[in-house]
């Protein structure tokens, strides 16, 4: 069975600091990736896909930044972190094809301050 | 644009029956896509439907009228844990341009 993780699960970061959050998938090859911020109170705000190593699509500009240095591993990256980089972070993988069901990992909570 | 409609919040009752309706207007619809999200976590697949009618699966049933741009979450026998925040996604694009837009959720509160 397939499974995704994410770390870590809470994250405190002082504003100005880099980010990293690392995500990888078992048991699928050649996922399709996804990164989203779920603001307090908001929707799921979709920040980058990919579809394949080093494919990464931007939805949003800002200052982040993802790579996919492996099949199943995604990072989502910021050199400098925002106040409005708070929120809660989901990665999640779809299958390569034509259903396109989304399975989220258990996200990481940041909190800037 | 792309955009997605529901309701911010629901009240319902334990054992009650109640629907969450979802509306949307996008282009290159091809699926609607139903999560159920508890506070604090990571949102979990429902339903998904790509043809017009009811796909029914335990006490929850969705529905799609692709002419209207509707869908609507039917749940039956409500329990406690149902409190949750219920997502509606419609599926867009083709090929590697294909990507869910997401409504921003409806709070469902189950009350005793």
């Known amino acids: 069975s397939q499974t995704i993780h994410q770390w870590p699960a809470t994250l405190v970061q002082p504003v100005g600091s880099p980010l990293s959050l690392e995500c990888t998938v078992e048991?699928?090859?050649?996922?399709?990736l996804y990164w989203y911020r779920q603001a307090a109170g908001r929707g799921l705000q979709l920040l980058f896909y990919?579809?394949?190593?080093?494919?990464i699509s931007s939805e949003v500009p800002q200052n982040l930044s993802a790579s996919r240095p492996q099949d199943r591993q995604f990072i989502l990256s910021s050199k400098k972190l925002l106040l409005s980089d708070s929120g809660f972070y989901l990665c999640?993988?779809?299958?390569?094809?034509?259903?396109?069901?989304?399975?989220f990992g258990p996200g990481t909570r940041l909190t800037v301050l | 644009g792309q955009n997605i409609d529901q309701p911010t919040e629901m009240t319902a009752t334990e054992g009650a029956i109640v629907q969450i309706n979802c509306t949307y207007q996008?282009?290159?619809?091809?699926?609607l896509f139903w999560y159920q999200q508890h506070a604090g976590e990571a949102p979990t697949f429902l339903s998904y439907?790509?043809l017009d009618g009811l796909e029914e699966k335990g006490r929850f049933s969705s529905f799609l009228s692709r002419s209207k741009g509707y869908s609507y979450l039917l749940l039956k026998e409500l329990q406690m844990k149902d409190s949750a925040s219920y997502l509606c996604?419609?599926?867009?694009?083709?090929?590697?341009?294909?990507?869910?837009?997401w409504g921003l959720g409806t709070s469902l509160a189950v009350n005793p």
């Open positions: 999640a993988w779809s299958p390569a094809g034509v259903r396109y069901e989304q399975f």
């Open positions: 048991g699928t090859s050649n996922p399709n």
């Open positions: 990919s579809v394949g190593i080093g494919q």
């Open positions: 996008t282009s290159g619809f091809n699926g």
């Open positions: 439907n790509v």
């Open positions: 996604a419609a599926r867009v694009g083709a090929g590697n341009n294909r990507k869910l837009i």
